[in-house]
């Protein structure tokens, strides 16, 4: 049984088609794969909200899953964030992702 929670990302999001859910199940989604090369993190999910399917995908520098079933709280000291946006933005060029990198906090309710 799972709880609602909210992902919060720096990196750059994407809608998952429906073609591509397969391969975000088996991990071989070329952004999941590119991120793994390039040292960075992906998490992806069925965000949906009042039964509009909405599967997103996040590649970059996971911050936390808050919730029931994750963590309560989080402090990132100005700094240590200023680190961490410079590293991710370094990678994703680097992977050849060129979508331009965000603060993202999702909602993910549980079904």
């Known amino acids: 049984m799972g ?3 909210f992902v919060v990302y720096y990196g750059v999001r994407r ?5 591509e859910i397969e391969q975000c199940d088996a991990r071989t989604h070329p952004w999941m794969r590119t991120a793994r090369d390039a040292g960075l993190k992906h998490y992806w999910g069925n ?3 009042e039964g509009a399917e909405d599967y997103l995908l996040f590649v970059g520098r996971q911050l936390g899953v ?3 079933e994750g963590i309560a709280e989080l402090q990132i000291a100005d700094s240590e964030f200023q680190t961490i946006v ?6 994703l060029e680097q992977a ?3 979508e331009t990198p965000a603060l993202h906090i999702q909602y993910e309710p549980d079904f």
């Open 3 to 5: 709880a609602d929670s």
């Open 15 to 19: 809608r998952v088609t429906d073609d």
């Open 47 to 49: 965000f949906s909200v």
């Open 66 to 68: 808050f919730g029931a």
């Open 86 to 91: 410079h590293d991710t933005r370094q990678r």
């Open 96 to 98: 050849g992702i060129t």
